[in-house]
T-cell receptor, first 112, second 113 residues
Framework: DAGVTQSPTHLIKTRGQQVTLRCSPKSGHDTVSWYQQALGQGPQFIFQ???????QRGNFPDRFSGHQFPNYSSELNVNALLLGDSALYLC???????????FGQGTRLTVV | GESVGLHLPTLSVQEGDNSIINCAYSNSASDYFIWYKQESGKGPQFIID?????DKRQGQRVTVLLNKTVKHLSLQIAATQPGDSAVYFCAENIGTGFQKLVFGTGTRLLVSP
């Protein structure tokens, strides 16, 4: 049984560009949350998706948006990239919006 | 916020010792707490959780203690092994109805053989 899988594992983008990160939840999980982890810091909550809707949102600008598909997979989109968006982006899935969250390996985004 | 910068607190122990990692949380209304282990280049790995109606929970070699009076969590690891070396984060759920985790200051655990 595959755990949470994220793609790509690494990505380099230029300032001003747009990026899409993808997440497939663990089998049986219907809820996906996204976190940003800057180097040397703890993960920070971006948003959570359940039943294809954004349910909770952290303190991130509208440049950060997402989507959840009927098969529960999810995308994170970031527009107008800034150097400060460089981070490890983590996806976590859970069998319900208040259940234990399992994290993927993350996507390392570097903005140059 | 909870960010700590590049210099994480570090706990250095010898293999076989017991380790205690502490965490202060911020929201007295938080109802669910989790400890995660994060190895270099990997995502956080669930270790153990505890709900606010409990003050202690035990797992395999790990125990979590919750003191709601002073908003403090601790993670005890028995007979620490080199494979336990990692950064440990506590997280509290501040969401209502849906889970929204806030991660605390990480602690780097270094286990010497």
């Amino acid at each position: 049984d595959a755990g949470v899988t994220q793609s790509p594992t690494h990505l380099i983008k230029t300032r001003g560009q747009q990026v899409t990160l993808r997440c497939s939840p663990k089998s049986g999980h219907d809820t996906v949350s996204w976190y940003q982890q800057a180097l040397g810091q703890g993960p920070q909550f971006i948003f959570q998706y359940y039943e294809e809707e954004e349910r909770q949102r952290g303190n991130f600008p509208d440049r950060f948006s997402g989507h959840q598909f009927p098969n529960y997979s999810s995308e994170l989109n970031v527009n107008a990239l800034l150097l400060g968006d460089s981070a490890l982006y983590l996806c976590a899935s859970s069998p319900g919006p208040r259940a234990e969250a399992f994290f993927g390996q993350g996507t390392r985004l570097t903005v140059v | 916020g909870e960010s700590v910068g590049l210099h994480l607190p570090t706990l250095s122990v010898q293999e076989g010792d017991n380790s205690i990692i502490n965490c202060a949380y911020s929201n007295s209304a938080s109802d669910y707490f989790i400890w995660y282990k994060q190895e270099s280049g990997k995502g956080p790995q669930f270790i153990i959780d505890i709900r606010s109606n409990m003050d202690k929970r035990q797992g395999q070699r790990v125990t979590v203690l919750l003191n709601k009076t002073v908003k403090h969590l601790s993670l005890q690891i028995a007979a620490t092994q080199p494979g336990d070396s990692a950064v440990y984060f506590c997280a509290e759920n501040i969401g209502t109805g849906f889970q929204k985790l806030v991660f605390g200051t990480g602690t780097r655990l270094l286990v010497s053989p």
